[in-house]
């Protein structure tokens, strides 16, 4: 379990995030969304009691990450952006030696498992400054996770991963939420729609939405909308298709496509159909379009908007 209370952080005179507060439940798998620069690492570096707040607090499994900075850092695994791995050492000994800081039992069985899950058992004997980038990325998050933590946090776990192994790293994680609490930033939209149940988008150092991706959809959404492409003049046919009262807005988005929305609960495309029929323009698509957690993202972080 997680508790951030109006967490702020200054750098020099700069706040890289303020007031952030929140609170993750155990088994709960949070997505940290934002653009570069947001404050994501900022606030995973407090959490992971590797700097503290300048402001605010914030309890790990109830202990304070300032006060009770040993406790929190034994309940956490941490996968930091660039994790620190020796290059001299080989795969098992780094982990091994890991596993020995942390008070592992059982400790080669538990280094053997943790290297199949995060597929390096065939890599176990080679040297650290061997590995591939991706391969490293994979020894971060198993170091991260080789003492069965309560509480993970992993900046940005599938960066630099082929697809193959993302899928398997999104569903090693899916696999630890419910027993454990994880936090994890991403930039892909779609790992937060596939692992997460929860998400926080950040702009700024200040959060701007906190829901579930199903819900932030649904919100953003509004009235449906409605692709056309069509041979009119732009100009002509955005005057005339702004004129229809089932249309609330026409937005163009290239020189023969417009993006329109329906007015709430009506669905425009009859009123559209007939209208470019009666006009002689040409009709060339008609479609429904959905929202995606993308449109979400880029309109929530698009300028300075705050949670109320
Ligand atoms: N050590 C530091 N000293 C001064 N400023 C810093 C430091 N670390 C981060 N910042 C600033 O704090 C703000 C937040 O940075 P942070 O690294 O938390 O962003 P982020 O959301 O993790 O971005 P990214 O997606 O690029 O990883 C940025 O403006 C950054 O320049
Ligand atoms: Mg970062």
Known sequence: MIQADHLTKYYGHQAAIQNLSFHVARGEILGLLGPNGAGKTTTMRILTAYMPPSEGTALVNGFDVFHDSLEVRRRIGYLPESAPLYPDMTVSDYLNYVATLRKVNHRPKQVCE???????????????????????QRLGIAQAIVHDPEVLILDEPTIGLDPRQIMAVRKLIRDLG????????THLLSEVEQICSRVLIINKGQIVAEDTPANLILHLEGGERVRLKTLAAPADAVNTLRSLPEVSQVC???????????????DCRLAVAQLVVERGWGLLELRTVSISLEDVFLELTADQQVRQ
């Open 178 to 185: 419910g027993k454990h609490t994880v936090i994890l930033s």
């Open 114 to 136: 943790t290297l199949e899950k995060v597929d390096l058992g065939a890599q176990r004997n080679l040297l650290i400054g061997k590995l591939s980038k991706g391969m490293r």
């Open 252 to 266: 163009q988005i290239d020189a023969d496509t417009f993006e329109l929305e329906c007015s709430l609960g009506l």
